[in-house]
């Protein structure tokens, strides 16, 4: 099956810090990858769509100048959290679609972010 | 966004089947219908999914009701790794997005 990791699975920063997560698609090509978050016993909050070559779209209420998108080759899209703060503390979840099955996505087991 | 709504929780007995319901009343004619589970600190992960016709694979059942306006992800045999969030999605055309509902909290018990 389909295979997506994710780097690092959990990190600890300062207040004002970037942290950037990888999402990889590690046996498929993703031409489309996701990027959710979750707070503790809630559903996942889909923060924006990233394209191949292009620009990201970003959900309404998501600052796109925070939360910095890359999606530079067809199986590697990253996450760059801006001056992270308190309140950015959660669990980062990306997928990519697999055009090959009926557009199924596949999730990454996860980024835990705390700052401090 | 076609929406979908599912039971908060539901609890089963170990070895016993189990029906998850799911209904999607907005659905469109080529909108897919999801089924993902998720446990505790890990990413979700792929169940199933169909468009009009009941689908079985090595994990659940799919059962597409005739109007298309539910479904019922069937576990034929609940095991205590069974135990999760499962989330009903309807993939969005043409963007491809899915917008994750509450989810049903299955509780397998011993």
């Known amino acids: 099956g389909a295979v997506v990791s994710q780097h690092p699975s959990r990190v600890i920063c300062k207040s004002g810090t970037s942290v950037k997560i990888e999402c990889r698609s590690l046996d498929f090509q993703a031409t489309t990858m996701f990027w959710y978050r979750q707070f503790p016993k809630q559903s996942l909050m889909l923060m924006a769509t990233s394209n191949e070559g292009s620009k990201a779209t970003y959900e309404q209420g998501v600052e796109k100048d925070k939360f910095l998108?890359?999606?530079?080759?067809?199986?590697?899209?990253t996450l760059t959290v801006t001056s992270a703060h308190p309140e950015d503390s959660s669990f980062y979840?990306?997928?990519?679609?697999?055009?090959?099955?009926?557009?199924?996505?596949?999730?990454?087991?996860?980024?835990?972010?705390?700052?401090? | 966004d076609a929406k979908t709504t599912q039971p908060n929780s539901m609890e089963s007995n170990e070895e016993e089947p189990v029906h998850l319901p799911c209904n999607h009343s907005t659905i469109s004619g080529t909108d897919y219908i999801h089924w993902y589970r998720q446990l505790p600190s890990q990413g979700p992960e792929y169940v199933i999914?169909?468009?009009?016709?009941?689908?079985?694979n090595r994990m659940a059942s799919l059962a597409i009701a005739e109007d298309r306006k539910s479904s019922t992800l069937i576990l034929h045999r609940a095991t205590l790794r069974d135990a999760a969030v499962y989330y009903c999605i309807l993939r969005d055309v043409p963007t491809y997005k899915y917008i994750f509902g509450t989810g049903t909290r299955l509780k397998v018990l011993a």
Not at chain 1, 69 to 77: C, D, F, R
Not at chain 2, 49 to 56: A, D, K
């Open chain 1, 69 to 77: 998108i890359n999606h530079a080759s067809l199986t590697l899209s």
């Open chain 1, 93 to 116: 979840i990306c997928s990519a679609r697999d055009a090959a099955e009926a557009y199924t996505q596949y999730f990454g087991p996860g980024t835990r972010l705390t700052v401090l």
């Open chain 2, 49 to 56: 999914h169909g468009l009009t016709s009941n689908v079985n």
